[in-house]
């Protein structure tokens, strides 16, 4: 690097996450190297903003950048990694932000543990397009500190996972989507049937309960119930999904619920739990063994 204070980073894939990032990096006084094959006009304008050249692939020029932000899609995460190999300088930290897989990220891990590049695992946790930089990341391997103290001179938020490990991030994101989404479905049918029978207000009012409770502690309470009750909440389910299909809104979600429910009624018929009320953590087991024995 030309300055020891100043950092050098590279910005690989010019779309919106690329450019908000280098924006932030830039204003914060990094000096930045760009790369992008097909560059969208917006990126155009903002390198000749700031006078600088767009590179159309990976090449020795990266040699003189301590960081790489990948922030290509998914699909060319792993590519990057392996056209990066061969001209990032000993000790440069790769930042992934791309939505690779978990398993596409430890891969590209390894592929970097096995030369001087550390390579950090970045899931962004919200809309860029909303918040810009301001965006919350969650970073996890090696340089994930370095790289939420570099973030945070441009006033980036990065929250690290203690002792992770490249994966975990996006694994993390991707879990929670799937809650986040599947109460999403769950909430626009509920809100639906409310409003039709005229009894959204009353609805949030019984609803308060579940409000005033700790998250972590409704999910577990759910998840070690579930293997004790699941027959009996299973008719439940099915009255519910008939309600609605009575006022001319049939569920799409409960009959997902519905085949969850049988398949844990099977498994209490063939081998019930061992305790009458299992904790958390032994309803998990079970459930996991009973699902590698399907």
Avoid at 9 to 15: D, S, T
Avoid at 172 to 199: D, H, N, P, Y
Avoid at 225 to 230: D, E, R
């Amino acid at each position: 690097m030309k300055n020891a204070g100043i950092a050098t980073i590279a910005i690989i894939g010019l779309g919106e996450v690329g450019r908000a990032y280098a924006r932030a990096l830039h204003d914060a006084g990094c000096e930045l190297r760009l790369c992008d094959p097909r560059p969208a006009p917006a990126a155009s304008e903002l390198a000749a903003q700031w006078q600088r050249p767009i590179h159309a692939s990976i090449g020795p020029w990266l040699a003189e950048c301590g960081w790489i932000f990948s922030c290509v899609t998914g699909a060319h995460a792993l590519a990057v990694v392996e056209q990066a190999l061969p001209h990032a300088a000993t000790g440069t930290t790769l930042c992934d932000l791309t939505t690779a897989s978990p398993d596409t990220k430890r891969a590209a891990a390894r592929r970097a543990g096995a030369t001087a590049l550390r390579y950090v695992d970045v899931a962004i946790m919200g809309a860029v397009n909303l918040s810009r930089h301001r965006t919350p990341l969650l970073a996890a391997g090696a340089g994930a500190r370095d790289f939420a103290a570099l973030l945070g001179r441009a006033e980036g938020r990065v929250e690290v996972i203690d002792g992770g490990a490249a994966g975990d991030a996006i694994a993390l994101k991707i879990l929670r989507s799937v809650f986040t989404k599947g109460m999403e479905a769950l909430s626009v049918e509920l809100l639906m049937a409310a409003e039709k029978q005229g009894v959204r207000e009353q609805l949030y009012a019984q609803l308060r309960d579940i409000d005033e409770t700790p998250l972590r502690t409704f999910i577990d309470m759910l998840v070690r119930t579930h293997v004790v009750h699941a027959r009996r909440r299973a008719h439940e389910v099915h009255d519910a999904a008939a309600e609605l299909a009575k006022h001319g809104l049939p569920s799409r979600v409960l009959p997902g619920v519905e085949s969850r429910f049988a398949l844990t009624i099977a498994d209490l018929e063939a081998a019930p739990p061992e305790q009458a009320e299992p904790g958390i953590d032994q309803a998990l087991q079970w459930l996991l063994e009973r699902s590698a024995q399907a």
